[in-house]
C-alpha cells in the first residue's frame, strides 16, 4: 500500500451551490458491472442533488449500456441524465482536469491526465474510492493522504462503510420513501410484474431473484427447490446461471423470455435490467441472490433477505470481508436465524449450498423479513456516501 498520512476529515459543511464545481470520476469495467453501477449511482445523484458538473470516464460502454440503456458505445461523448460520459481511451485525450478526481476502485488514472492535474496551476482533490467493506480496520484508513511520489500531488483514500468513521453507502434521497411505497401498494407490485413480462405472484409461492457469479450450487437448489413446498419462481437475468439451467431443465441457450418449470420449481430467464427497475425487483422479491458491490447494497436496501455472494479473491482474502459482514448484519437477530444465515451464506460461497439447507434458513423467514427492514431503516438514517464525499471535497476546496 501506498505510505499514508492520517488527516483529518474535516467539521460537518453545508453543501452550497455547487454549479461551478466539476468532477471527473473513472470507472474501469472490472468484473462486468459492479464497478461501473456504483460509479453510475454516483454520478446520477452528484448531478441530481448537488447539481455538480460530472464527467464519467468508462473503458467499456457496451457493459455500461446493460445497466443503462440509454447509452450508445459507439458514442465517445454523449450527455446522459445530466452526466457528461466519456469514452475512456487509449491514447488518453488531452482535457483539463476536474476540481475533484475520482478514481475508482484504484482503476488506474492515465499518466498524462496525472501529469495534467500536477502542472496546472491549481488545487485538485483526487480520491481513491476504495471497495465497500465492514472490516473494522476501514475506521481507521478512511481518510488517509499518500502522497505521489515524484509529483506534487496527493490523493484521499475514501472507504465506502457501515460506520460513522467511515465514507457510508450510496443511498439518494427519496429511496425510502420510494421503497416502501411500492411495497405497501398491490397496484404497484401487479403493474411492475407485468411490465417484465412475468404473471402476479400467487399466494403460496416464493419468489426469488438470482444475480450470482458462476456457483456450483445454483443446480443443488434448483433440486431442492423443485422437489419442495411451497413452489419457488426463479428470475435469473441473461447470461446468469446459464450451464446450470441448460443441464437442469435439458434447454439450451436460455434467453429472456424463457420459462422452465420442474416440480415445485419455475425458472424465468429475464432480460437484464437498468438499474432503478432491478432496485424495484430487489423490492418485489422474497429473497434476492446479490453479487459483488453494487447489487449487494441495493439488496440491503430493498429491505428483503438476502444471500451475498462476495468476488473471490487470492488467498481467500475475501472470506475476512463475509465475516465481517455478517457479524455486523446479524446482530439482532435470534441466535438461531443468526446461525442459520451465516451457515447458509459460507456454503452459498464456497459452492456447498443445497435445498435441505435453504429450508433450514426459510423456516426463520418471518424473522428475517422483519430483521431486513430493520437493516435497511437503520443505513437510510445515516449520513450517505455522496453527501460524505461532497462535504469532506468542499471542506478541501475552501
Not at 65 to 70: F, L, T, V
Not at 212 to 234: D, I, Q, R, T
Not at 241 to 269: D, W, Y
Amino acid at each position: 500500500m501506498p505510505l499514508l498520512k492520517r488527516m483529518r476529515l474535516g467539521p460537518e459543511t453545508s453543501i452550497s451551490d455547487n454549479n461551478h464545481q466539476a468532477w471527473d470520476v473513472f470507472s474501469a469495467v472490472v468484473d462486468n458491472y459492479g464497478d461501473i453501477g456504483v460509479c453510475w449511482r454516483l454520478s446520477r445523484q452528484l448531478v441530481a442533488e448537488y447539481r455538480i458538473n460530472v464527467r464519467l470516464w468508462v473503458d467499456c460502454l457496451a457493459s455500461f449500456q446493460k445497466i443503462c440503456p440509454e447509452i450508445d458505445p459507439l458514442q465517445q461523448k454523449q450527455q446522459c441524465h445530466g452526466v457528461e460520459i466519456r469514452q475512456w481511451t487509449d491514447p488518453f485525450p488531452s482535457v483539463e482536469p476536474a476540481d475533484v478526481v475520482v478514481e475508482a476502485f484504484g482503476c488506474k488514472l492515465p499518466a498524462n491526465y496525472v501529469e495534467a492535474m500536477a502542472s496546472g496551476g491549481r488545487r485538485h482533490i483526487w480520491i481513491n474510492l476504495e471497495y465497500l467493506s465492514a472490516e473494522e480496520w476501514v475506521d481507521s484508513y478512511h481518510g488517509l493522504i499518500s502522497p505521489h511520489p515524484q509529483l506534487p500531488l496527493a490523493k484521499h483514500f475514501f472507504f465506502p462503510g457501515f460506520s460513522p468513521m467511515t465514507g457510508g453507502l450510496l443511498v439518494e434521497k427519496g429511496l425510502a420513501d420510494r421503497r416502501r411505497n411500492f411495497q405497501a401498494c398491490l397496484s404497484l407490485k401487479e403493474e411492475f410484474w407485468r411490465g417484465i413480462g412475468l404473471p402476479v405472484p400467487e399466494n403460496e409461492e416464493t419468489r426469488v431473484s438470482l444475480f450470482c457469479y458462476e456457483n456450483k450450487a445454483v443446480s443443488n437448489l434448483f433440486s431442492g427447490w423443485a422437489k419442495g413446498k411451497p413452489p419457488v419462481v426463479c428470475l435469473v437475468p441473461e447470461g446468469v446461471a446459464t450451464e446450470q439451467i441448460e443441464r437442469f431443465f435439458g434447454h439450451s441457450s436460455p434467453v429472456p423470455g424463457n420459462m422452465f418449470k420442474k416440480g415445485g420449481l419455475t425458472v424465468c430467464v429475464i432480460s437484464f435490467l437498468e438499474q432503478d427497475s432491478y432496485d424495484t425487483l430487489l423490492w418485489a422479491c422474497d429473497f434476492n441472490f446479490v453479487r459483488g458491490e453494487d447489487s449487494f447494497v441495493r439488496a440491503q436496501l430493498a429491505a428483503q433477505p438476502m444471500a451475498w455472494q462476495i468476488y473471490p479473491q487470492e488467498e481467500g482474502a475475501h472470506w475476512p470481508k463475509l465475516n465481517a459482514f455478517l457479524a455486523r448484519y446479524c446482530c439482532g437477530l435470534s441466535p438461531d436465524a443468526a446461525e442459520r444465515l451465516v451457515a447458509f451464506s459460507e456454503k452459498w460461497n464456497r459452492g456447498e449450498a443445497d435445498g435441505a439447507d435453504w429450508e433450514k434458513l426459510w423456516i426463520h423467514r418471518a424473522e428475517l423479513e422483519n430483521h431486513a427492514r430493520d437493516w435497511a431503516d437503520k443505513q437510510e438514517e445515516k449520513e450517505d456516501l455522496a453527501t460524505n464525499l461532497v462535504n469532506f471535497c468542499n471542506s478541501k476546496l475552501k
